[in-house]
Nanobody, 120 residues
């Protein structure tokens, strides 16, 4: 049974930082590309960042480039999202997912999500 569990969300002031973690079980995470998505109530879920199976290729949506960093530790089955210089518009529920290697916007398995709230 595949399980992805996110942690690290919370309330932070604009300009602050948070580090999200995703623990994977039931899979060998090195077999999957991984992504972080976010969703605001009433809007579609969007891909924020993704990382290849080996970690040598990363993708970021334009709005987070230079502020967010995705990384992974395959030995620990963990994926991280370091978020710096946070803005109120980054407020959302953030989801970890395994994604299709040839199309990072296609998720396979989801976590339950963690809330990130950035106050102005």
């Amino acid at each position: 049974q595949v399980q992805l569990v996110e942690s690290g969300g919370g309330l932070v002031q604009a300009g602050g930082s948070l580090r999200l973690s995703c623990a994977a079980s039931g899979i060998t995470s090195s077999s999957y590309a991984m992504g972080w998505f976010r969703q605001v109530l009433g809007k579609e879920r969007e891909l924020v960042a993704a990382i290849s199976r080996s970690g040598d290729i990363t993708y970021y949506t334009d709005s987070v480039k230079g502020r967010f960093t995705i990384s992974r530790d395959n030995a620990k089955n963990m994926v991280y999202l370091q978020m710096n210089s946070l803005k109120p518009e980054d407020t959302a529920v953030y989801y970890c997912a395994t994604v299709v290697s040839s199309d990072y916007k296609r998720p396979l398995y989801w976590g339950q999500g963690t809330q990130v709230t950035v106050s102005s």
